[in-house]
């Protein structure tokens, strides 16, 4: 256990649904990381955040993605309007400082039918 | 756009075997970090690395950046079934905040 909490841990959605997932980062960590891994692939960047202040977003994450982190502490990570292709790992991470370890949490694994 | 590629993409020894995995970057990197993914798991901090032809040890593993800060290298000595996994670099370049992983060696080790 890192210290980073992901909840759920499991989701199945149809397609077409909203799901949210949240992130819960390392208490004094301000950085935080979205990223999404799909089997046999490495994890692929989707957002970053400082405090409260999305810094950077993947130009690959469609308008269907939106992250907020509304006090710099946990983050949410929205997809509407699901599709099949949207099914992965989407992983958290929390990071105390540019350039540091970052700590990933276990994971939400969305399966969409 | 940045592309970062490892070599192999799997690889299996016998235990006691040496094993390396190589990480090349199409643009020059600020600084690369190195994570170790077991089967269902998620990806751990190995090590970063940030100094040009810098070499890092830990135990067994031994880490090296490049010259010219495009490629990287970690190197398991005498590998353990305790090795088993998928070890990714993640790489960063300056003016950008995000890590863009590789593709990933998948270690096996047979006893």
């Known amino acids: 256990d890192t210290g980073v909490s992901q909840d759920p841990r499991h989701k199945i959605t149809k397609r077409g649904q909203n799901v949210t997932f949240r992130c819960d980062p390392i208490?004094?960590?301000?950085?935080l990381y979205w990223y999404r891994q799909t089997l046999g692939q490495g994890p692929e960047f989707l957002t970053y955040f400082q405090n409260e202040a999305q810094l950077e977003k993947s130009r690959l994450l469609s308008d269907r993605f939106s992250a907020e982190r509304p006090k710099g502490s946990f983050s949410t990570l929205e997809i509407q309007r699901t599709e099949q292709g949207d099914s992965a790992m989407y992983l958290c991470?929390?990071?105390?400082?540019?350039?540091?370890?970052?700590?990933f949490g276990p994971g939400t694994r969305l399966t969409v039918l | 756009g940045q592309q970062v590629m490892q070599i192999p993409q799997y690889q299996h020894v016998q235990e006691g075997e040496d094993f390396t995995t190589y990480c090349n970057s199409s643009?020059?990197?600020?600084?690369i970090q190195w994570y170790k993914q077991r089967p269902g798991g998620h990806p751990v901090f190995l090590i970063q690395l940030v100094k040009s032809g810098e070499v890092k040890k830990q135990k067994r593993l031994t880490f090296q950046f490049g010259e010219a800060k495009k490629n990287s290298s970690l190197h398991i000595t005498a590998t353990q079934t305790t090795d088993v996994g998928t070890y990714f670099c993640?790489?960063?370049?300056?003016?950008?905040?995000?890590?863009?992983f590789g593709t990933g060696t998948r270690l096996k080790v047979l006893a």
């Open positions: 208490s004094e960590h301000n950085r």
């Open positions: 991470a929390s990071s105390p400082a540019e350039n540091s370890v970052k700590y």
């Open positions: 643009t020059t990197l600020s600084n």
């Open positions: 993640a790489a960063r370049t300056s003016g950008t905040y995000k890590y863009i």
